[in-house]
């Protein structure tokens, strides 16, 4: 879930929030939540967001999703932007809450408009299903501009499939440059077909070959639909190669 309350900088030694964070990174759970839980009831929203997340993990207590959403929902109603987006998602998954696309986008939106960078991506993700394009798009680059390769390689898309937008592979390839060292396999994966087939890049099928098998060990089933072409049109010499630098650690690959 996402659900730590991050240590912030410059936090006094004294912090009960840091401390109880501390105590959690440590495994000691009993301890932070014995912070937490006087914190969340007198309407701490992080607080109950994390004791939350203890019950949805089962961390220092029964895992239990009812009582998960309950503290959840104490948090999203005081506005907290991680209670909002955990609790988007427990409706969207249906886990302790009735399942409910419309209520999980209505709490995405107002996570997003708090700037929550994940909660930008998943609701951009939702209004692509739905086919509202353009503003799935906008939301996309709120999050891509935080960092979340998923909805670089989603911008990609949106551009090489021109949906809500018009057709450009050549700025799809570069949000998908963008996502690809990030370790999205799905953009890695598209990366390599770009370069297989000249879309939106020149065609280079040796470093089509290593995104694809990047692509594949990430776990993206789009690879596999490009991986026989691209055998095809290697030798043996530069099969070998291939793997040889979709094996390297992507800092030290020689990215192009």
């Not at 410059?10 to 914190?39: H, N, Q, V």
């Not at 939106?200 to 470093?207: I, R, S």
Request: negative net charge; aromatic residues 6%.
């Amino acid at each position: 879930m996402g659900w730590l309350d991050r240590l912030k900088r410059g936090a006094a030694p004294g912090d009960p929030m840091a401390a109880a964070l501390a105590a959690a990174r440590a495994g000691d759970y009993a301890t932070a939540l014995s912070i937490w839980e006087p914190m969340a009831r007198a309407g701490n929203a992080r607080a109950q967001n994390n004791i939350a997340a203890c019950f949805s993990g089962g961390h220092g207590v029964n895992e239990n999703a009812e009582l998960a959403a309950q503290w959840l929902a104490l948090s999203a109603a005081s506005g907290d932007p991680v209670g909002q987006r955990n609790l988007a998602t427990l409706h969207f998954r249906g886990e302790g809450v009735a399942q409910d696309d419309d209520e999980a986008i209505r709490l995405y939106r107002l996570a997003a408009g708090q700037g929550d960078a994940t909660a930008q991506d998943m609701l951009s993700w939702m209004l692509a299903e739905q086919g509202a394009y353009e503003e799935a798009r906008a939301f996309a680059e709120k999050a891509a501009a935080q960092g979340i390769a998923a909805s670089m390689t989603r911008l990609g898309n949106l551009y090489y499939n021109a949906l809500g937008v018009g057709r450009d592979a050549v700025l799809a390839v570069q949000w998908w440059e963008k996502a690809a060292p990030l370790g999205d396999a799905d953009a890695q994966a598209m990366l390599g077909a770009a370069y297989l087939t000249s879309g939106g890049v020149a065609a280079d099928p040796l470093t089509a070959m290593t995104w694809l098998l990047r692509a594949r060990k990430g776990g993206s089933v789009l690879a596999h639909k490009f991986i026989a072409a691209a055998t095809a049109q290697l030798s043996p010499e530069q099969r070998e190669e291939a793997e040889r630098q979709a094996a390297q650690p992507l800092q030290h690959a020689g990215l192009p």
